[in-house]
C-alpha cells in the first residue's frame, strides 16, 4: 500500500519554473514506478513522467520532453517534477501516481493516485 501527498503547485507565468513534489508512505516505495499524469478541464487524465527505481527507466510525453524532468529519491521517498519553460497548455491538476512498470502509459495501469495539484500557466 502506498499514499501519494502531492505540493508545490501554483499560479505561473508562461516561460517559468515550478516544481512538484510528492511525498509517499510506504515501506516498499523503491519498488515502485512512480510518475506524473494531469488532467486539464474537459480533457482525460494524459501521461505526463515515469521513472522506474533508477534514472535509466525515465519516460516522458512528447509534449513536455526536454522542459520537464522527473527524480525521485528512494531514501526520502520521495519524487519530483521540475517543470520548466511552462506553457499555457501545461495548465492542469498534476497527480503523482505508483504502479507496476514505468513503461506503462494509460491512468488505469496504475494502482495509487494522489489527490492532485492545480498547476496554472498565464500567457
Known amino acids: 500500500q502506498v499514499q501519494l501527498v502531492e505540493s508545490g503547485g501554483g499560479l505561473v507565468q508562461a516561460g517559468d519554473s515550478l516544481r512538484l513534489s510528492c511525498a509517499a508512505s510506504g515501506r516498499t516505495f523503491s519498488r515502485y514506478a512512480m510518475g506524473w499524469f494531469r488532467q486539464a478541464p474537459g480533457k482525460e487524465r494524459e501521461f505526463v513522467a515515469t521513472m522506474g527505481w533508477s534514472a535509466g527507466s525515465t519516460y516522458y510525453a512528447d509534449s513536455v520532453k526536454g522542459r520537464f524532468t522527473i527524480a525521485r529519491d528512494n531514501a526520502k521517498n520521495a519524487v519530483y517534477l521540475q517543470m520548466s519553460r511552462l506553457k499555457p497548455e501545461d495548465t492542469a491538476v498534476y497527480y503523482c501516481?505508483?504502479?507496476?512498470?514505468?513503461?506503462?502509459?494509460?491512468?488505469?495501469?496504475?494502482?495509487?493516485w494522489g489527490q492532485g495539484t492545480q498547476v496554472t500557466v498565464s500567457s
Open positions: 501516481v505508483a504502479g507496476p512498470d514505468s513503461r506503462l502509459r494509460e491512468a488505469y495501469e496504475y494502482d495509487y
